[in-house]
């Protein structure tokens, strides 16, 4: 199905959510009941936006963090999940 980030267990700062960023060709990220989805081909998102939604106020990657086919899913939220599992 796609690689699992233990981002709770591995410490991952900005340059390497960045990096994993950009394999994908979309980033969901949710924080509580928002979701912002980012097409990284089209909507071409500035790092700074980028690590905006990828980093929690301690500048790691966010938990919990899945790689699913293209698409790189960050924090929890359901319906998020539900989207990008189908």
């Known amino acids: 199905m796609g690689e699992t ?5 591995t410490k991952l700062g900005a340059a390497d ?3 994993l960023a950009k394999k994908a060709k979309r980033v969901v990220a949710a924080r509580g009941k928002q979701v912002t ?3 990284l081909k089209k909507d ?3 790092d700074e936006s980028l690590l905006a939604v990828l980093l929690g106020p301690t500048g790691n990657l966010r938990a919990p963090t899945a790689v699913v086919g293209d698409t790189l899913v960050v924090g929890f939220n359901p319906e998020a999940y539900q989207q990008v599992l189908g």
Request: no cysteine; aromatic share 0%; glycine share 0%.
């Open 37 to 39: 989805t980012l097409d």
């Open 5 to 9: 980030v233990i981002a709770n267990k």
């Open 44 to 46: 071409s998102p500035t």
């Open 17 to 19: 959510a960045l990096a």
